[in-house]
């Protein structure tokens, strides 16, 4: 059976789990709208992608 040799220290351990926090999701205003988007995503409120139209904008009723 495979068993440790030495106690894993503090420090390593911590440095192993240092990895493992969450980070919040990054968010860039968008240059045409001014909304908040996520980067390499499209503008759902324009529908534009990199300063192409990509999809249709449908109307509010």
Same mark, same amino acid.
């Given at each position: 059976?495979? $068993?440790? #040799?030495? @106690?894993?220290?503090?420090? @390593?351990?911590?440095?192993?789990?240092?990895?493992?926090?969450?980070?919040?999701?990054?968010? $860039?205003?968008? @240059?045409?709208?001014?909304?908040?988007?996520?980067?390499?995503?499209?503008?759902? #409120?324009?529908? @534009?992608?990199?300063?192409?139209? $990509?999809?249709? $904008? #449908?109307?509010?009723?």
């Amino acid at each position: 059976m495979a $068993v440790p #040799k030495r @106690k894993t220290s503090r420090m @390593k351990r911590g440095n192993r789990r240092s990895h493992d926090a969450l980070s919040a999701p990054t968010y $860039v205003e968008d @240059k045409d709208s001014g909304e908040l988007r996520r980067p390499h995503h499209i503008d759902l #409120k324009s529908g @534009k992608y990199r300063g192409r139209q $990509v999809l249709a $904008v #449908k109307e509010e009723a």
